[in-house]
């Protein structure tokens, strides 16, 4: 089997301007662009191909894949199921423009794509064939038949009452967990009267035996203000507090993971690639490591941070918002790592065909807040032909 080619597919659905983009800085702009979705897929000459999705905007995706340099022609002619050994070849081949941030997600996506060929090729789930031991675990050496999301509500709405309302959509959806994030007027904006207010809200509609997340995406300033919020919140029990200090603050986070017995998560805003988790674990002493499955490197490498964060009795809980064949390698990632108890999935206002049904079959959330892990081989999902055909757009 060869690698014929790898199309960048670009997906654009304006919305209906109620949803900012998640673009640095687009909430505080007013910025109301929709979805935007950059999707990859490997093709070979045997016609079986896979797909991959990347954080990223397209166009960028698109240099990185079609360059005189790029993805592509490093690839064509090789055998996709070769994929450690391609991911090194990618890795190393865009050294010198690479080796963190866009083209790691870039590579990411090309090799979840080659896992879905390697899979499909073999007759069995990826899971299967990425698996790896971590040694003296209690998790038994058998997938799971089930792993469960936390629900992102985002936006999480302009007031309390809509806060409200979301989150009990998400309850009413039968999430097990549920992450509230920061939005202007509400959490990490305004005051700490605020940021307790909306916490609270969210702990009363979600009740006592669900979990909840917080995300603040960047917001405070220092040690200080994250340990006075974080006080003032942690009766109502937050699974962890995400991103509450700026990206690069390292040693700050250290300074908070020490002072605080809430859990402090960090990873999904640009990090990339084992080494850049290993600082965080290591200097950072984050409890929660968040490699993104459209942005971190790929499902092996989301693994092998999974097996670092276990060696230091942290936990690695995949990131990936509204892009959902990266809910779909999360879910094989899930069914490996025994320090995953949770992975991300979207609760998107509005909502978009472009997020709920590009998926075939869709994912659904079952009755017990849990999603199947499915014995289909690769990823165990196509592209909704439909629904790429309504939304695709050239690369931008």
Same mark, same amino acid.
């Given at each position: 089997?060869?690698?014929?080619?790898?199309?960048?597919?670009?997906?654009?659905?304006?919305?209906?301007?109620?949803?900012?983009?998640?673009?640095?800085?687009?909430?505080?702009?007013?910025?109301?662009?929709?979805?935007?979705?950059?999707?990859?897929?490997?093709?070979?000459?045997?016609?079986?191909?896979? #797909?991959? =999705?990347?954080?990223?905007?397209?166009?960028?995706?698109?240099?990185?894949?079609?360059?005189?340099?790029?993805?592509?022609?490093?690839?064509?002619?090789?055998?996709?199921? &070769?994929? =450690?050994?391609?991911? =090194?070849?990618?890795?190393?081949?865009?050294?010198?423009? +690479?080796?963190?941030?866009?083209?790691?997600?870039?590579?990411?996506?090309?090799?979840?794509?080659?896992?879905?060929?390697?899979?499909?090729?073999?007759?069995?789930?990826?899971?299967?064939?990425?698996?790896?031991? %971590?040694?003296?675990?209690?998790?038994?050496?058998?997938?799971?038949?089930?792993?469960?999301?936390?629900?992102?509500?985002?936006?999480?709405?302009?007031?309390?009452? =809509?806060?409200?309302?979301?989150?009990?959509?998400?309850?009413?959806? +039968?999430?097990?967990?549920?992450?509230?994030?920061?939005?202007?007027?509400? /959490?990490?904006?305004?005051?700490?009267?605020?940021? $307790?207010?909306?916490?609270?809200?969210?702990? &009363?509609?979600?009740?006592?035996?669900?979990?909840?997340?917080?995300?603040?995406?960047?917001?405070?300033?220092?040690?200080?203000?994250?340990?006075?919020?974080?006080?003032? #919140?942690?009766?109502?029990?937050?699974?962890?507090? &995400?991103?509450?200090?700026?990206?690069?603050?390292?040693?700050?986070?250290?300074?908070?993971?020490?002072?605080?017995?809430?859990? #402090?998560?960090?990873?999904?805003?640009?990090?990339?690639?084992? @080494?850049? /988790?290993?600082?965080?674990?290591?200097?950072?002493?984050?409890?929660? $490591?968040?490699?993104?499955?459209?942005?971190?490197?790929?499902? @092996? *490498?989301?693994?092998?941070?999974?097996?670092?964060?276990?060696? @230091?009795?942290?936990?690695?809980?995949?990131?990936?918002?509204? @892009?959902?064949?990266?809910?779909?390698?999360?879910?094989? $990632?899930?069914?490996?790592?025994?320090?995953?108890? %949770?992975?991300?999935?979207?609760?998107?206002?509005?909502?978009?065909?472009?997020?709920?049904?590009?998926? *075939?079959?869709?994912?659904?959330?079952?009755?017990?807040?849990? %999603? &199947?892990?499915?014995?289909?081989?690769?990823?165990? /999902?196509?592209?909704? *032909?439909?629904?790429?055909?309504?939304?695709?757009?050239?690369?931008?």
């Amino acid at each position: 089997m060869k690698i014929t080619d790898i199309e960048v597919i670009a997906l654009r659905d304006p919305g209906d301007g109620s949803v900012a983009s998640w673009n640095v800085g687009a909430a505080d702009a007013g910025v109301a662009s929709g979805y935007d979705l950059t999707l990859v897929r490997v093709h070979t000459d045997e016609g079986i191909s896979g #797909i991959g =999705q990347c954080e990223a905007p397209s166009l960028v995706i698109y240099a990185v894949v079609e360059n005189s340099m790029g993805l592509k022609a490093l690839l064509q002619g090789e055998d996709p199921r &070769e994929v =450690q050994r391609l991911w =090194q070849k990618m890795y190393n081949a865009t050294g010198l423009y +690479g080796r963190r941030g866009v083209t790691m997600g870039a590579i990411g996506a090309v090799e979840t794509a080659l896992w879905d060929i390697a899979g499909k090729a073999a007759g069995v789930p990826v899971h299967r064939l990425a698996w790896r031991s %971590f040694a003296t675990t209690a998790t038994p050496p058998e997938p799971p038949t089930a792993v469960t999301p936390y629900l992102t509500v985002y936006p999480p709405g302009d007031d309390i009452p =809509q806060l409200r309302e979301r989150v009990q959509m998400a309850v009413e959806a +039968g999430a097990c967990a549920v992450k509230v994030e920061e939005w202007p007027g509400q /959490f990490a904006n305004v005051d700490l009267k605020t940021d $307790v207010a909306v916490v609270e809200a969210a702990r &009363e509609v979600l009740g006592d035996d669900r979990e909840l997340m917080i995300d603040v995406q960047n917001r405070w300033r220092d040690v200080g203000q994250a340990l006075q919020s974080i006080k003032a #919140i942690e009766q109502y029990r937050p699974y962890f507090i &995400e991103a509450p200090l700026p990206a690069d603050n390292v040693e700050g986070y250290a300074r908070l993971a020490a002072a605080t017995d809430v859990r #402090i998560a960090v990873g999904d805003w640009g990090f990339a690639g084992r @080494h850049e /988790f290993a600082d965080l674990l290591r200097r950072g002493r984050v409890d929660v $490591v968040q490699p993104s499955a459209v942005r971190a490197g790929g499902i @092996h *490498e989301i693994l092998n941070v999974a097996e670092d964060a276990y060696r @230091h009795g942290a936990l690695c809980i995949p990131h990936t918002w509204c @892009h959902v064949v990266g809910a779909a390698a999360e879910i094989q $990632v899930a069914a490996i790592s025994p320090v995953t108890p %949770f992975i991300e999935f979207p609760m998107a206002f509005p909502a978009s065909d472009a997020i709920s049904n590009l998926l *075939e079959p869709a994912l659904q959330l079952r009755s017990d807040g849990t %999603f &199947e892990v499915p014995d289909r081989p690769g990823l165990g /999902f196509e592209l909704n *032909e439909e629904v790429v055909g309504r939304f695709r757009v050239e690369p931008y």
